[in-house]
């Protein structure tokens, strides 16, 4: 496999880390010049969260010149941060290793799962800790996000082309997105008494909006309905889609306590810089669909997506208390550089690479599974 990250090192070095952000993939030997503490990694998240949200409402609401591109700007920062919250913050608060105070822990998992009108914590953690960490359950048609993905119609014996298929369908599908809200909803009116009134309280914020702003209902829709709720269920979605490869077989070699590592690969945003020497018309033609792919494609995968610590989810499998969830990227990278301690570390480069790679496992379960599957 040709070394991606490596061609990178055509840019000047000051602009290496960048890079590894951008990408997700550290240099060997390399070390993190900022190092966030869980306070700052909060107060960071949340910026961006309501500078989004604060950014379209202006724009909705006064209309000035160019707002539609004002607009899209805040979607941008919205679902980065709604994400982040969801997919980092809560996420280590579950695992115990966000603040490292169990209480504060709860308190926080709870905020960003209200602010980003997501499920409970509570049952944010049942779904992930209790059931997709489990040995016995991680990547099986137990685990919950396997029957989530199979209830979208994404079964196991299709053909890579007709999972494709699926997967632009539900894309593009309102009762995809009616359905997730619904989830998100129902879970908060289980929640206790305090979580109950909190998401009452933000939700209806937005919902007196049509009755005192102007333009109030489009700030409602084009504000808050479509980062919070539309967007950012798309992007939970592809990236469950190539998050692990769900229902392939493991392998006994890897034993139990790396038995995640079969159905796991890192994910990367980028693809190779063109070499040096390039005749000028191919140079051109080279930089060009580079810099298409990484503007039109890997930085917003990295944004939208596959944020945070998420390229390197591999190494939360292998160590899920680690220390270094604000510092993944080059945590991995020591990692290989001193020798992992279990097997050999995998790699895929694009979010729809991770995607068709998924895909790939599932149609290789054969015909025999699918039908088993449709009839659950």
Known sequence: MEDVRSTYLRFPSWTQHFWTWQTGKALPGQKP??????????????????????????????????????????????????????????HQALH??????????????????????????????????????????????ADPPVQFLIDLGFRPGLTRTALWRRAWAVFFSPLFYWNGFLGRFR????????R???????VGWWLSLPFWLPNGALVLVLAFVAPVVLFAQLSALLDRLGEHEWL????????????????TSARYCGTPVPPAGLPLGARLAAWSRWAALTVGYHLPSRLLVVVGDLPNHDYHHRYPSTPDWTTAAYARQRDI???????????????????????????????SRADAFSRR
């Open 33 to 90: 010049i900022i190092r966030h503490t869980w306070a700052s990694y909060l107060a960071l998240t949340l910026l961006l969260f309501f500078a989004g949200l604060t950014a379209s409402t202006l724009a909705v609401t006064l209309m000035f010149p160019l707002w539609y591109v004002a607009l899209p700007v805040g979607w941008l920062l919205t679902v980065n941060g709604e994400r982040l919250m969801v997919l980092v913050i809560a």
């Open 96 to 141: 115990r290793r966000f603040s490292g105070d169990s209480r504060w822990d709860t308190f926080w998992g709870e905020v960003v799962t209200v602010l980003s009108v997501f499920h409970t914590f509570r049952d944010f953690k049942e779904e992930h800790f209790d059931n997709h960490h489990r040995r016995e359950v991680f990547a099986t048609k």
């Open 187 to 194: 879970s908060n009116l289980k929640g206790r008494v305090r």
């Open 196 to 202: 109950i009134a909190a998401f009452a309280v933000w």
């Open 248 to 263: 392939g077989p493991r392998d006994p070699a890897f034993g139990h306590r790396f038995y995640t590592v079969a159905n």
């Open 337 to 367: 550089d001193t020798g992992p301690e279990g097997p050999p570390y995998r790699e895929v480069w694009g979010m729809g690479a991770a995607i068709d790679q998924m895909f790939r496992t599932l149609a290789s379960q054969g015909e």
